[in-house]
């Protein structure tokens, strides 16, 4: 079964900073990652997937399948990043359902 | 405008009672789901759907139930709420050969 982890409960950062979100995950397959972000009081939604290789907010993702990671990057976070954020993998299939990890509170002081 | 629509926004319920918790999409997604979801914690599957007739359970036992009889509505029931079944339950939707879920507000119950 397909498992995601995120090591990091909390992250807290100054404005400014560089943040680094990790996700590993297990899976045998060839897996489709994203991240998805909840903001104080917002609905979930989807910040980037893998296959999009694209840039949102200025976060990015880089799948790693040697390392079977997908950590969620910025080179510079800003105040309004703070949010939860949740890293979920889905099976390559029509048929497959989203698997999430346990979600890191990133939190950027000023 | 294309949503995905959860009512209640929140509920309070006694014990034993009787409970449906509505979800309904206006994006004519075949996929939906219900995950359950803690304060500050993972989401867990409880029920999905590829479509119209079809349900499965997730990966999280659950005492819930659900049906879908159109495809726009995916509604929640438990027949007899318990405190243990205090949580905040979010609907989701996706295309079927999609993986990108788009989510509901979600709805927060307490059973007391």
Request: hydrophobic fraction near 30%.
């Amino acid at each position: 079964a397909q498992r995601v982890t995120q090591p990091e409960k909390l992250l807290s950062v100054f404005k400014g900073a560089p943040v680094e979100l990790k996700c590993n995950y297990s899976y045998s397959g060839s897996p489709e990652l994203f991240w998805y972000v909840q903001y104080s009081r917002q609905r979930l939604q989807l910040l980037l997937r893998h296959i999009s290789r694209e840039s949102i907010k200025g976060f990015t993702a880089d799948l790693n399948k040697g390392e079977t990671s997908f950590h969620l990057k910025k080179p510079f976070a800003q105040e309004e990043d703070s949010a939860m954020y949740y890293c979920a993998l889905s099976m390559n299939s029509g048929y497959s359902t989203l698997t999430f990890g346990k979600g890191t509170m990133l939190l950027v002081s000023p | 405008e294309a949503d995905i629509y959860q009512t209640p926004r929140y509920l309070v319920i006694g014990t034993g009672k009787k409970i449906t918790l509505e979800c309904s999409q206006t994006m004519g997604h075949d996929k939906m789901y219900w995950y359950q979801q803690d304060p500050g914690m993972e989401l867990h599957l409880i029920h999905y759907s590829y479509g119209v007739n079809s349900t499965e359970k997730g990966d999280l036992s659950s005492e819930s139930t659900v049906s879908r009889i159109r495809t726009e509505h995916f509604p929640l029931t438990l027949e007899s709420a318990r405190p243990s079944h205090t949580s905040q339950y979010l609907c989701a939707s996706s295309e079927g050969g999609l993986q990108q879920a788009f989510f509901g507000q979600g709805t927060r119950l307490t059973v007391v």
